[in-house]
């Protein structure tokens, strides 16, 4: 992502949501621009990478339960 010169956008947010990023920025010292900057970047990042999806991580859990001895003898 470039971070050459900043686009003024514009958007609404919910009051309370505003209000928790100004505090952070003002207890760190930091502007708002620069935190709600940090906080779409970290949310961008988080929907980037690919995720097993949850019936996938449900069946290996069941997995890993109904065959765990045979995993581990396989394993040797």
């Known amino acids: 992502m470039s971070t050459a010169s900043p686009e003024k ?3 609404q ?5 505003l209000a928790a990023l100004r505090q952070i920025a003002e ?7 620069a935190v709600l900057d940090e906080a ?12 097993p999806r949850l019936q996938v ?3 290996f859990a069941s997995s890993l339960q ?4 045979l995993y581990g003898e396989l394993a040797k």
């Open 9 to 11: 956008f514009s958007s």
């Open 57 to 59: 991580l449900e069946a």
């Open 66 to 69: 109904e065959f765990d001895s």
């Open 27 to 33: 207890s760190e010292g930091r502007q708002f621009q």
């Open 40 to 51: 779409m970047r970290d949310y961008i990042e988080r929907h980037q990478k690919e995720r």
């Open 13 to 17: 947010a919910a009051p309370e949501v």
